[in-house]
């Protein structure tokens, strides 16, 4: 999950990321605390796949059952969808069309609640690219499929993280959460001079082209 920050109040983007796996894993109750605890105060930023998985799903959910709490809130809450397409059914209540990465620029800039990323793999990509994101909560399940989408993909501007809070539940589900750290620090580990086996691979490396 990615989130954004926005200035005096203004969100941050938060993307969740958590692989296919994770329904093929029971949620702990440590799992579910973790996901009671950054749908709080939030609006939603999906991409327009997850956003027509959702909206053909969670209106629909009955809120008095299991998980009705998610249900209730991502009912309430704003969301955004971020789609260059033309044809976007953005009836489900609350909905708000945004058409390129400009328009969640701008609305990165407005207040409001943190804006939170769940699913929406090529989103998340752009968010990273255009160097959007502020934090980031990963769910990590122990199941091995053999196939997947990446993460961070090739674009993704580079900027270090630090780990804020960390849980690992009885089943193997390890969820991190990560903020925005700055700048990448590299250890200065270079010798004040090369030895002379770094001088002679240099000058192969010459030879070799």
């Not at 969640?104 to 699913?119: A, I, N, Y």
């Amino acid at each position: 999950m990615a989130s954004c920050k926005r200035p005096a109040g203004r969100p941050r983007i938060r993307p969740r990321a958590s692989g296919s796996a994770a329904g093929r894993c029971p949620i702990s109750r440590e799992g579910r605390e973790e996901i009671d605890r950054l749908f709080k105060d939030f609006d939603l930023l999906l991409g327009r796949k997850t956003y027509e998985i959702f909206a053909a799903y969670w209106p629909y959910y009955e809120e008095g059952a299991p998980h009705g709490g998610i249900a209730r809130a991502f009912n309430d809450v704003k969301k955004y969808v971020v789609s260059r397409s033309g044809e976007v059914d953005s009836s489900w209540a609350g909905s708000v069309l945004l058409r390129d990465i400009a328009d969640v620029k701008r609305l990165k800039q407005e207040d409001g609640p943190s804006l939170v990323t769940q699913g929406s793999t090529e989103l998340v990509h752009a968010l990273l690219a255009n160097d959007l994101v502020d934090a980031m909560s990963i769910f990590t399940v122990p199941v091995v499929l053999g196939g997947g989408k990446k993460l961070f993909a090739d674009g993704s501007a580079p900027h270090s993280f630090k780990l804020t809070r960390s849980r690992v539940s009885p089943n193997g589900l390890i969820v991190g959460h990560y903020e925005r750290e700055g700048e990448i620090r590299i250890g200065g580990t270079t010798l004040d001079s090369p030895s002379e086996r770094e001088i002679a691979r240099r000058e192969r490396m010459k030879r070799e082209g």
